[in-house]
């Protein structure tokens, strides 16, 4: 890598302090983002749209900005990556479907308009799997390129773990932050659900999708999430509240030793030998600090009703698609959709019943817990091949998505041949902050270990 660089692989937090204090401006910050796009992204194929350009163009307006002495945004000149389901004015969104190939979005997303007032350059469009599911995209792993990067938010992990931009935006129905993140070895955050707004945003279902976000730092990922956090009265979910402070969490010190759960779930079988030895010895370093607490019978219904709620909301969403351009649709989504449609109205009722159930449940539960311990994935991104094409098991984060609670990978643990495995810590509804302040305690207290 050289001297120039070097820049991309400056966290967001460190390129914010150095284009205010002049010492670089948000144009070489972005020119070295695109040498580094340009010497690694044909191998990796993170980005769908990418307009050089337009991007330099961004950078200069906002060094502009900075000379003439107006105030600055927190993301002044901070390259960010878009999900490809993401509407944007000024870029297509084609959502990783050829039924939508050159959509032009005649408005920004919520959460694009909080980007450009935070003063971010959006970068272009990162690769998602088709209409953000199951059907992988063309991106590959950064640290093995014959592995999967996970999914749905493939090229946005991808993205930030190459070093293309210290930030991305992705979004979580499943394990679509959480599992990619731990993939590619950096850090991604799920925040509570409703902190975020999904305005402009393709839904593939009302009650589960959640915006989620990517970076190198906890930090960053905390920073990012605070300006995305907005009321907006036109997405069902989001609350008129204010919201946790994230950055401020992230940046502070517990007043006293974190207390965990790390519940014994009836999938763990499903964890790599090295994944479940990594868990073995954190678990047994924190000792006393972790209760180990057996998985309600009620977890496995949670399993059932997350796929009857997914696979029936996305089929009704998707029903131009499915009625004008089924042809156009993978044979890997097509069976799904098909269980969608032929889900029942009492089994879905029932099923959306289940998601209060949980956020009950876990209300409760957190009062004497400061996080759970869990892992992100069953372990190290998977080899894919013509006839293993996917992108890895989502089942680590199914129950936590399910219920709507905030969560974190932490890039802490390695797998057999020495990729990462992340460490996942959920935490209770709308104290975000707490959880992401465990996140530092626990970070720290591994530093040294």
Same mark, same amino acid.
């Given at each position: @890598?050289?001297?120039?660089? @070097? /820049?991309?692989?400056?966290?967001?937090?460190?390129?914010?302090?150095?284009?205010?204090?002049?010492? &670089?401006?948000?144009?070489?910050?972005?020119?070295?983002?695109?040498?580094? &796009?340009?010497?690694?992204?044909?191998?990796?194929?993170?980005?769908?749209? !990418?307009?050089?350009?337009?991007?330099?163009?961004?950078?200069?307006?906002?060094?502009?900005?900075?000379? +003439?002495?107006?105030?600055?945004?927190?993301?002044?000149?901070?390259?960010?990556?878009?999900?490809?389901?993401?509407?944007?004015?000024?870029?297509?969104?084609?959502?990783?479907?050829?039924?939508?190939?050159?959509?032009?979005?005649?408005?920004?997303?919520?959460?694009?308009?909080?980007?450009?007032?935070?003063?971010?350059?959006?970068?272009?469009?990162?690769?998602?799997?088709?209409?953000?599911? =199951?059907?992988?995209?063309?991106?590959?792993?950064? /640290?093995?390129?014959?592995?999967?990067?996970?999914?749905?938010?493939?090229?946005?992990?991808?993205?930030?773990?190459?070093?293309?931009?210290?930030?991305? &935006?992705?979004?979580?129905?499943?394990?679509?932050? *959480?599992?990619?993140?731990?993939?590619?070895?950096?850090?991604?955050?799920?925040? $509570?659900?409703?902190?975020?707004?999904?305005?402009? =945003?393709?839904?593939?279902?009302?009650?589960?999708?959640?915006?989620?976000?990517?970076?190198?730092?906890?930090?960053?990922? %905390?920073?990012?999430?605070?300006?995305?956090?907005?009321?907006?009265?036109?997405?069902?979910?989001?609350?008129?509240?204010?919201?946790?402070?994230?950055?401020?969490?992230?940046?502070?010190?517990?007043? =006293?030793?974190?207390?965990?759960?790390?519940?014994?779930?009836?999938?763990?079988?499903?964890?790599?030998? %090295?994944?479940?030895?990594?868990?073995?010895?954190?678990?047994?370093?924190?000792?006393?600090?972790?209760?180990?607490?057996? %998985?309600?019978?009620?977890?496995?219904?949670?399993?059932?009703?997350?796929? *009857?709620?997914?696979?029936?909301? *996305?089929?009704?969403?998707?029903?131009?698609? &499915?009625?004008?351009?089924?042809?156009?649709?993978?044979?890997?989504?097509?069976?799904?959709?098909?269980?969608?449609?032929? $889900?029942?109205?009492?089994?879905?009722?029932?099923?959306?019943? @289940?998601?209060?159930?949980?956020?009950?449940?876990?209300?409760?539960?957190? @009062?004497?817990?400061?996080?759970?311990? $869990?892992?992100?994935?069953?372990?190290?991104?998977?080899?894919? +091949?013509?006839?293993?094409?996917?992108?890895?098991?989502?089942?680590?984060?199914?129950?936590?998505?399910?219920?709507?609670?905030?969560?974190? +990978? *932490?890039?802490? !643990?390695?797998?057999?041949?020495?990729?990462?495995?992340?460490?996942?810590?959920?935490?209770?509804?709308?104290?975000?902050?707490?959880?992401?302040?465990? %996140?530092?305690?626990?970070?720290?207290?591994?530093?040294? =270990?």
């Amino acid at each position: @890598m050289g001297p120039s660089n @070097m /820049l991309s692989s400056l966290s967001a937090l460190e390129a914010v302090e150095r284009i205010r204090d002049g010492r &670089i401006s948000a144009a070489d910050l972005v020119g070295s983002c695109l040498e580094r &796009i340009g010497e690694t992204d044909d191998g990796i194929g993170a980005w769908t749209y !990418l307009n050089a350009d337009g991007v330099r163009k961004q950078a200069a307006d906002l060094d502009g900005l900075r000379r +003439s002495g107006k105030p600055l945004g927190p993301l002044h000149g901070v390259p960010v990556g878009l999900k490809d389901i993401i509407d944007t004015a000024d870029m297509p969104t084609e959502r990783g479907s050829p039924i939508h190939r050159d959509r032009q979005p005649a408005a920004d997303a919520a959460i694009v308009e909080r980007l450009r007032e935070a003063g971010a350059v959006l970068m272009g469009k990162t690769v998602t799997t088709e209409f953000a599911f =199951v059907h992988p995209g063309k991106t590959t792993n950064p /640290l093995d390129m014959r592995r999967t990067p996970g999914g749905s938010s493939s090229g946005s992990a991808a993205a930030v773990a190459a070093g293309h931009v210290p930030l991305a &935006i992705g979004s979580q129905t499943n394990g679509s932050t *959480i599992r990619p993140a731990s993939y590619c070895g950096i850090y991604g955050f799920k925040p $509570t659900r409703g902190v975020i707004p999904r305005r402009g =945003v393709l839904e593939t279902s009302r009650t589960l999708d959640q915006i989620g976000v990517f970076g190198r730092t906890l930090n960053d990922v %905390a920073l990012l999430a605070d300006i995305l956090g907005i009321y907006d009265p036109s997405d069902c979910m989001s609350y008129a509240r204010p919201r946790p402070a994230m950055l401020k969490g992230a940046q502070a010190e517990a007043p =006293v030793e974190p207390s965990f759960a790390w519940f014994e779930l009836p999938y763990h079988d499903r964890l790599s030998s %090295a994944a479940a030895d990594g868990f073995s010895e954190v678990l047994d370093h924190l000792g006393a600090r972790v209760e180990r607490i057996p %998985a309600p019978k009620t977890f496995d219904d949670v399993i059932a009703c997350h796929r *009857i709620v997914h696979e029936t909301e *996305i089929s009704r969403q998707l029903a131009f698609e &499915i009625e004008n351009h089924w042809d156009l649709i993978s044979d890997t989504l097509k069976p799904l959709l098909k269980r969608g449609l032929d $889900t029942s109205e009492a089994d879905y009722q029932g099923a959306l019943a @289940m998601v209060a159930g949980a956020e009950k449940f876990f209300a409760e539960f957190f @009062m004497d817990y400061d996080a759970v311990i $869990t892992p992100s994935a069953a372990g190290e991104a998977p080899l894919v +091949s013509p006839e293993a094409p996917g992108t890895g098991d989502p089942i680590f984060c199914t129950i936590w998505t399910f219920a709507g609670l905030p969560a974190l +990978s *932490i890039p802490l !643990l390695v797998g057999e041949t020495g990729l990462p495995v992340g460490l996942q810590l959920v935490g209770a509804r709308e104290e975000d902050d707490r959880l992401l302040r465990t %996140a530092n305690w626990l970070t720290k207290t591994f530093s040294d =270990v």
